[in-house]
C-alpha cells in the first residue's frame, strides 16, 4: 500500500533544505495519477518510489504540472525515506530512473550521494538576451568575466555568475519571459549564482529558478549544483571539493556538497551528496487518474 511522506532533503546543519514528497510502494499508481498527487502535494517535486523489493528501486519526478527525467534534492529525500523505515542500508545501491539508471550511496553518517552524468556544456549564451529576464543590465552579467552557459549533469540548466551576493539576492525574475526562454531553449531553469557565500568555506552562493516546470523558485538543486562544479572546474576554479548554499532567500537555508572525477581536461564524473532532516508521513488522498 502506497505511502506519503514530506521530507526535506540538501539541509544545513539539520535546518533548511529544500521538502520534497515522497511515495513509497508507488507500483499501482499510472502516470496520470502521480501527476495528481504531485500537484496536490504541491512541492517543487515529488518522487515515486516503486520496485522496492528489488535490487534496483525505480524513481520517478514529477513537479505540479510536468514529469522530469531527473531531481537531486528528491533522490536525497526518497532515499532518506527509505533509509530511515529500514528498507535500505548503508552501502552504494542502484536506481532506475524513467530512463537508465544511476548509483546512490549511502554513507554510515546518513548522507546521500547521487552519481550524475558527465557534464555536457551547451553553447554559451548572449547576455544581452539573458539580462531583461533577469532584470538587469547586460554588463552586470558580464562584469565576472564567466560565460552565461546551459549545463547538464542529467538537467540542463542555464547557469548565470553574478558578480555578488547584493546582486544575486536582488534580482526579480520575469517568470513567464524566463519560462518562454527556458522552452525555446530546451532548458529547465536558470542558476544563479555568486562567488560571495555567507559562509566562508563554501564555493558559492546560490538561487534556481524554474517557472516552465511550475517552480517559480526552490531551496536547493541538487542537478544543476552538479552542473555548476563542473562549469567552476572547466573555468578555472578547480578545488577537489565543492559547496554551495542555496535558499537563504526563501528563508530556508541549503547546502550540497559536490565532488567531480576529471582528467587532465574535464570533468568525467559528477557526484552530489547532502542529509535530509526526519520525515513526515502524511494523509493526502491518493488522487485517481480519471
Known amino acids: 500500500m502506497m505511502r506519503l511522506f514530506l521530507q526535506q532533503a540538501y539541509t544545513d546543519a539539520g535546518c533548511g533544505g529544500n521538502g520534497a514528497g515522497v511515495a513509497i510502494f508507488a507500483d499501482d499508481l499510472d502516470e496520470a495519477a502521480m501527476q495528481a498527487l504531485a500537484r496536490n502535494v504541491g512541492l517543487s517535486e ?30 536525497v529525500a526518497a532515499w532518506t525515506v527509505m533509509a530511515h523505515l529500514g528498507l535500505v542500508r548503508p552501502g552504494r545501491h542502484r536506481q532506475g530512473l524513467r530512463e537508465g539508471e544511476i548509483r546512490v550511496t549511502l554513507d554510515n553518517s546518513g548522507a546521500v550521494w547521487m552519481d550524475q552524468k558527465p557534464p555536457a556544456f551547451d553553447p554559451i549564451l548572449d547576455p544581452a538576451r539573458v539580462a531583461p529576464i533577469l532584470g538587469l543590465a547586460p554588463e552586470e552579467l558580464t562584469a565576472t568575466g ?9 538537467l540542463t540548466d542555464i547557469l548565470v555568475p553574478l558578480p555578488s551576493r547584493r546582486l544575486l539576492e536582488a534580482v526579480i525574475p520575469d517568470l513567464g519571459a524566463m519560462a518562454a526562454f527556458n522552452t ?3 532548458t529547465v531553469g536558470f542558476h544563479l549564482f ?21 517552480i517559480d523558485e526552490e531551496s536547493a538543486t541538487g542537478s544543476a549544483s552538479g552542473a555548476l562544479a563542473a562549469y567552476l572546474w572547466m573555468n578555472g576554479h578547480q578545488q577537489e571539493r565543492y559547496i554551495f548554499e542555496q535558499g537563504h532567500a526563501m528563508g530556508s537555508p541549503s547546502r550540497m556538497d559536490v565532488l567531480l572525477a576529471c582528467d587532465d581536461t574535464r570533468p568525467t564524473g559528477v557526484t552530489v551528496g547532502g542529509y535530509g532532516g526526519t520525515p513526515v508521513e502524511t494523509t493526502v488522498p491518493p488522487p485517481t487518474s480519471g
Open 46 to 75: 515529488t518522487a515515486f518510489v516503486s520496485g522496492l523489493l528489488s535490487s534496483c528501486p525505480v524513481i520517478r519526478y514529477f513537479t505540479p504540472v510536468a514529469e522530469v527525467d531527473l531531481c537531486g534534492h528528491a533522490t
Open 146 to 154: 564567466l560565460p552565461i552557459q546551459p549545463v547538464s549533469t542529467g
Open 184 to 186: 525555446e531553449t530546451d
Open 194 to 214: 555568486c562567488m560571495e557565500p555567507r559562509n566562508p568555506a563554501h564555493t558559492a552562493c546560490c538561487r534556481n529558478f524554474a517557472p516552465a516546470y511550475g
